[in-house]
């Protein structure tokens, strides 16, 4: 068994997070995943703030396991959403892409642990300073809305810089991903990818299957040009957001228009042609459908299969 | 000790290459790392042939251990150099950025070990079935000519599909760095960015010290418009290169003619303003000059402590 000190602050059993996942992770995959011993992670994304709390209530009735929200900051009714969540008491509310501070005090007074994402030295020691139980360091080869830093050196530094728990995020999808990461420094992972092709995640068939399929040099970063980047599958859509990005006629609003709905009619319609296949690069190791049980077993038994013969090299 | 099948198959003490720097990895750093106990690697770079025979015949009065030289196959005399390295017999040959099929099998004859840098599996499996004797897996992070895929995603993924050693580069700057590619599957390691600041490392004196204030977030990527994109510090040549490259009025010949030189008024004239400073992520955590000598023991120290204690979170 592997048990760090991330599972003893939040009385979970495996120290993995799932990472969350805007129109995809619900309350179901929450809950699945907590009942299966992590911590599972309703995404807020840009929901209304009634049905993420209508989200928050249906999680509670299918586990009595701790979970989380994600409340995504550059959302317009985050304040909203920030205030739901304080009322309802996840044990747990991570946020990313964004300023926090104007909700850190509520949550904490609330009795919730705020864990943030960061994607830097700075905003981590930020947020620790606001009250921040831990910080979860997320490289750029993640999927969805990505930092500049990969997991390899944003880790290490992040945990040379805080004295909190540190999470490593971003390329973690097998046991190798998790005891590298423990070697780096990091007492738990996140995984977001991994748990899309989840039997209990609800997104579009399509989506898992381009998941499963998916070849390690498929993914892509688009949206630098607009400060906000976003790593997704190169589909159709991708190729072309690319393409006008690099066009100067092409406005940044004329880019946004672009790219507004289009993870929805990924996740929800399925739609190859037109929707944003958000994954992280770590989708090629990605080879089946299974249970949110399975995929933790699994990948802690290889963990600590691995663990266990790290000294393999050292005579 | 750390001692891996990499080791065994060239001779080495340590498993760590020294990664090649155009302008910058000569014969007196090479050999300084092969004295202590790596593989130190000249870096042609777009240099003349006779000058990187001069080179090779100067590291071999400097040092009686292996020791590499990589061949820029983008460089316009590749060819050549690529001769001159056969006849000369350095013990290992690595090559990146573009296809070396043309020259392997001549360095294979010669009785040198072809050891190329790769960005994906593709590009690994028929790099194996072309002789190569073992690959660099190396991530994005890292500096200079750079790939999408990051380290932590890239290694696992080429371990699952090659049958030879994996090295692990990009974001390997202290003994964390190790420990994770080991676990990842990597027997061996190549740092680029920590060697920049050895003591016998001849580049200007300007770009050691830019390593040494250097923050985590400070490189960024440019040349991804031009298909060969290019990790460097944020400084005032990269912010004007990452302004053009985002205005389509400026065409991909003029963007060219910007970066042609760069790299040598960094590394030789150590001007602050046109240089082109290259270096990975990891620059972040290289807080000091060191000998060759004190930075791999003290890597290699700090990974066996870790490796040491590696199942302190099994129970």
Sequence with gaps: MIHTPICDLLGIQYPIFQGAMAWISDAKLAAAVSNAGGLGVIAAGGAPADLVADQIKRAKDLTDKPFGVNVMLMSPNAGEVAKVVAELKPAVVTTGAGNASAFAKMWIDAGIDWIPVVPSIAVAVKSVRNGARAVIAEGGESGGHVGELTTMCLVPQICDAVNVPVLAAGGIGDGRGIAAAFMLGAVGVQAGTRFLVARECGVHQNYKN??????????????????????????????????????????????????????????????????????????????????????????FAEAEKILHRAEQWVK
């Design 210 to 299: 381009k998941i499963i399929k998916t070849k390690e040099i498929d993914s892509v970063v688009t949206g630098k040009r607009l400060g906000h980047p976003v790593r997704s599958l190169k589909t159709p859509f991708a190729r072309k957001f690319l393409q006008y990005e690099y066009d100067s006629s092409i406005t940044n609003e004329q880019l946004e228009e672009l790219g507004a709905g289009s993870l929805r009619v990924a996740a929800v319609e399925g739609d190859n042609e037109n929707g944003s296949f958000m994954a992280g690069q770590i989708a090629g190791l990605v080879k089946k459908e299974q249970s949110a049980l399975e995929i933790i077993t699994e990948m």
